[in-house]
């Protein structure tokens, strides 16, 4: 590409972040309560998906084992808040660590076990997990779940249980939804940087280079195992932070939010926005999230006239765009808006087959 | 002694259908290259074939042979409609995974949406009575069971080891590209894989779904035991499948009955082994080894 | 891939029994009966157990009615691994379309109602529950959540919806949570409380099996706990023993059949089934031809469906009713089942629906709302609640004829505590022990 399109390109980039920045900044504005606490929930199915697409995009691993990781997030958070009080942000780091240190563990294998025997190890431990829960359930409360709460005087003067909120300080003359939407964008967006500074650093070429030959990374001098354990701890500590935010934004967690099924969901959220992208897993998130919150309350209960239920429907219809896409667009949303812009590229480079370029925009020497 | 017996014959009768789950997953691993995560909700369906035409009057075997034959071609068609298009999996091994997930979502809500979500009473292949087996009374259904199993297990060892199909297969397995050039009939075998995958399933279903009773959730956790089974003996081994899958059964069955630990972990003692024997072998014990090129 | 289906599903069952809500309205005023305990009224604060100006901040008390029609909703899994649930709500839907077409309720305000029913989708998931209810409320703006399904669903709104003075009434659980009113007092199950049925069960066993030795399974989850729980505080004293205990994950596990094995080899004369869903007929399968216990399983586990599934083995099974059976031919004979069958059949029932059991404990979650509305003064969300917190005696849904519904705030907040025992006989389930009542009692079971 010519340095003039190349500017453009970057120019485009620019007004296109930009204007993204500001319609995420001013949803919860927009937006009631109602739907600003919902996609505040996106943001936890965005963290997990980064951290999962650092594993599998980028180092090529592939987990089916990060519900898991996302649950040991959650009642990291929940077990800190109810036994310890700290602040949610504390928590929530924490959690990070603890996670760090569970995604390392559940990587030690991974630098004998490669490929899809890897992927079965991580489905024992998203299977285990449940039980685990259920085995500690003294600490954990099973699968009735743990309410997170702190003791506080209710309206009769008794001090009682109180689940937690996520409370706006009154400098900021947000709502509560509002704060907690910025905050918790906030530690994604940090979260989002660091993955993209990890991925065009060394470690991350590295990881990049495992994925597409390990025996070539290892002759040409990269440690494969420090690489490949790091990255499922760095992966595992995301998923723990949107763990942990989930849990705080629930007030409380219960094994049947932490099974293979989420573990799915969050490699549908990797694939559906582009693996191997630092956008993929958000938009993704978005997908999935515009799927259960605006597309399945809004299918009928019934399609006459054939007495269909659509509602019944809905994971059929799910499945079945999952393949069209899949198929359509094998590199996900991201990777489809790459090629679109690779072919308008090379259109733009010869002006005989594509438009002809308007002299202001520079076009092709 | 008796009761670890019964035990034993439990696991045994279980791991049954868990090694018939890892058949399928085989033979499709062997000739596709992928990991079929709807490989029990196809056998799901099938096995609503088989119920249907049970119902319809037909005796249960011959309603066992016609699902059969249901879902060969819903095998067969799934390949050809769907995962084909997609595009090798060695190449795109993400897309194809979500596929796959797409599948299983899919045909667990097609059967909810026809059959409805209660509980379909299945009819057993070996009638309701017991016979005594060294002093422990065992289930005429388990020890079917492991006729059947052992009875699929030849009839893939022939087809895979004797026949063109077979041979087909293999070359296709190692090499799709070159397959093709010396004019093997790549899409041919392909859909052979599959609709023998799902075939093979409908027998797991049946075997397995008086159990349980029938509903569209019948294969969800035999296919997680099934996974388990074929990770201990190899993707790409048959033998594997059927040791691994009684292994498993077993393992399950009878660990958790002594060792209070596992009390309330009864998967946990499978994945232990597993895990170890990956560790040692990282191919599963029966796995050939995959040479990796630079 | 997670809880069992039925687990709740098979409470519908019991939840059937309550469910009465057709022939409950001549029997019910609080003259006719004089049960020893209905008579005085709690007057706890300011005349009812809730009081709007006390306990609420955004209070509005008629949100939900516009002019003749209260609108209420209902969260359910309409798809996936659960969606066999969608059965109840399908109950509480004819109930409600049966209501309709008898014109409405009329309520103790002497106005006549129509009801319109809202429908959220979890899945089942507890995560999910929040969203639906918030929509329901915020969006939709219900007057009311009515027979939501699961307890860590219902779980998973609870506060909010007991901040916000929303009702919550017939919840299609039993869990012993639901004994909390005097904390959540907006929240009314509308089951027994699992922990009074195995009471029953227990209270049963002293007299005819005095030094029972019970070999438990429970699922291994808050429903099957409440059972053991009570199991132990309930044989306190008595000769009855526990002498072999497993657990059972429906999550995880494919069978039962091993821990019925060694239940089996433990000696035990009596088998205690607390598990629900597909896994309980499992259960009573693998019993082993040389081990004849007596068997008593969870009333979660008595429907047409679970028994058909026994493989011929649910002869001489015992368990816990509140309800009548429409699957046995000595109900179906009764005014309220045929009532049922007749109105919920015109509502779009299936046969298979109405036999079920499922769908009948919907009914009942309608009915226990529609009672409520009946006995209330004013149609108002407080008043609404306070008025089932003091029920008197009534009866209502597909109660058993001679049990009573008595209430009293946070000091008696189960509902459904008269039950009797039935045995499986020839297809039917027929009482072998009369009505007894647990009135006031239930949370003393839960350990």
Known sequence: ????????????????????????????????????????????????ALGLNLLTGYNGQISVGHGAL????????????????????????????????????????????????????????ATLFPQVLEQFSGTTGGSAGLAITNQEMNRRGVLAD???????????????????????????ALCFLVVRNLVRSRVGRSMIAIRDNEVAAEVSGVNVAIVKVLTFGVSAALAGVGGAIFAILQARVSSGSFTLVASLYFLVAVVVGGSASIAGPAIGAVAIGLFQDVVTPALPESVTPWDLNAKAATPLILGTMLILLMLAAPGGIVGSARQLRARLAVRAQRPADGPIPTPTTGGTP | MSELLQYVFIGLGNGAVYAMVGLGLVVIYRSTGLLNFAQGELAMFATFGVWTLHEAGLPIWLAL??????????????????????????????????????????????????????????????????????????????????????AEALVFWVIFQKTKVGLGMRAVASNPESSALVGIPVTRILMIGWGLAVSVGAVAGAVWAPTPGLSSNLMQLPLIYGFAAITLGGFDSFVGAVVGGLFVGVLTDVVPRYVDAFEKMTLAPAFLVILVVLLVRPQGIFGRKVVSRV | MKRTPMRHGAATLAVALLALSACGRDADTKSTDTGDDGDTTSTESGGGFIDPAQDCSDYDGTAGITGDTIKIGTVRPASGPYAIYDTVTKGLEALVTATNSKGGVKAGDGKTYKLELVKGDDGYDPARTPAEVERLVDQEKVFAIVGEIGTSNNLAVRQTLNDKCIPSIGLATGSTE?????????????????????????????????????????????????????????????????????????????????????????????????????????AVKAVPANWTPLTLVSVTCTGKLAMALAGGKDEGLVAVQATYDPGTAADQSNPKIKAFFDEGGAAGLSQGDLEGGIAAAGWGFGSMFVKGLELTDTVDRASLMNALWQLDGVNYGLMLDDAKASTKGGDDPWVIEDLRIVKRQAGSWNEIAPLTSYDGTSNDFAG
């Open chain 3, 178 to 282: 639901w004994g909390k009113a005097k904390e959540y007092p907006w929240f009314i199950g509308g089951l027994p409380s699992y922990a009074t049925e195995a009471h029953h069960l227990m209270e049963w066993l002293k007299k005819e099996k005095p030094a029972a030795k019970i070999a438990l399974l429970y699922q291994d989850d808050d429903f099957g706990k409440a059972y053991q729980a009570s199991i132990e505080t309930s044989i306190e004293g008595s000769d009855i023993t526990v002498v072999a205990e497993e657990s059972f994950n429906p999550l995880t596990e494919t069978s039962p059949e091993s821990k019925v094995a060694a239940l089996s080899a433990s000696g035990a004369d009596v088998f205690f089934v607390g598990i629900g869903g597909s896994p309980c007929p499992a």
């Open chain 2, 65 to 150: 042979l016609g699902g059969m034959a249901i879902g060969f071609a819903i095998g067969a068609i799934v390949h050809q409609v769907v995962v084909r298009p997609v595009g090798d999996p060695h190449q795109k091994p993400l897309a194809v995974v979500i596929v796959t997930i797409g599948l299983f979502l899919g045909f667990n809500a097609l059967a909810q949406l026809i059959w409805g979500t209660n509980e379909k009473e299945f009819a057993t292949l070996f009638g309701n009575s017991e016979v005594d087996v060294l002093g422990t009374l065992v289930d005429w259904q388990k020890l079917g069971a492991l006729g059947i199993l052992a």
């Open chain 1, 162 to 188: 109180r689940a937690i909120r996520v409370e706006a300080p009154t400098w900021t003359g947000l709502a509560d939804d509002q704060w907690a939407y910025y905050v918790f964008l906030a530690v994604a």
């Open chain 1, 70 to 125: 996302y649950g040991v997030g959650a009642y990291s958070t929940a077990l800190i808040l109810n036994e310890w009080k700290w602040p949610q942000l504390a928590a929530i780091a924490a959690s990070a660590v603890i996670c760090f240190v569970a995604g390392v563990a559940v990587g030690l294998p991974a630098l004998r076990i490669k490929g899809l025997y890897l992927a079965l190890v991580t489905l024992a431990v």
């Open chain 1, 1 to 48: 590409m010519s340095a003039a399109g190349r500017l453009r390109d970057t120019r485009s980039i620019i007004v296109v972040s930009g204007v993204l920045v500001v319609v995420v900044l001013a949803l919860p504005q927009v937006l009631d309560a109602f739907w600003t606490r919902r996609i505040t929930l996106w943001i936890p199915l965005a963290l997990a």
